[in-house]
């Protein structure tokens, strides 16, 4: 469970030293720091299930999603997050793993992503369409289709049975909205393979 340091004070309210009470949980590992002022009780927490908490709001998205969903062969140990507004790269390091945020744009970050349940506990995660289309956001432009059709399958090695199978309707309706070169032309790679041949 995750627990933050005024809740852990008023917890401990009745020890002579609650800051000191609290210090000791901390040294016994009895309760695991998060970051600075958040904490969670239980040692063996899955890292994916701590992702939402450490920074709102925010979904687990870019690589960890596309590893998570097997688009992408490589397994991805960083538990990658959008957040919208920041305007730079937040990174935090705990016993759990490295938990990274990166802005996407505002208008697009309500779209797509979904809440499930992991051992009792809500995760909030991007869908597969949503996860693709943040990831290509955050790269430099790749100009010409075919350079671009090269690296989604060659550079990122994006499975392309599972890219075909995606949802292409989530892609045309988001990718205008990021207003970035690589999502105009995933929008014409999906409507040139999908809606003409």
Not at 44 to 65: H, K, R, T, W
Request: hydrophobic share 40%; aromatic share 14%; charged share 25%.
């Amino acid at each position: 469970m995750i627990i933050t340091s005024e809740e852990l004070l008023f917890e401990n309210r009745n020890y002579k030293d609650p800051k000191h009470r609290v210090f000791n949980m901390s040294q016994k590992g009895e309760i695991i720091s998060l970051k600075r002022g958040l904490y969670e009780t239980d040692a063996n927490a899955p890292g994916i299930v701590l992702a939402n908490s450490l920074l709102g709001p925010s979904y687990l998205s870019f690589e960890y999603a596309l590893s998570y969903y097997s688009l992408i062969p490589e397994r991805v140990t960083v538990y990658t997050s959008a957040t919208f507004g920041k305007r730079k790269t937040i990174e935090f390091t705990n016993d759990f793993g490295t938990f990274q945020y990166r802005d996407v744009p505002q208008q697009v970050y309500p779209y797509f992503y979904m809440r499930w349940m992991i051992e009792n506990r809500p995760v909030l995660i991007a869908s597969k369409e949503k996860a693709l289309c943040d990831t290509l956001y955050t790269l430099s432009p790749i100009r010409g289709i075919a350079d671009f059709r090269e690296y989604l399958f060659d550079g990122m090695r994006l499975d392309e049975e599972e890219f075909a199978a995606l949802d292409m309707g989530k892609i045309i309706k988001i990718a205008p909205l990021y207003h970035k070169t690589n999502l105009d032309q995933l929008l014409k790679l999906v409507e040139r393979k999908y809606l003409y041949e």
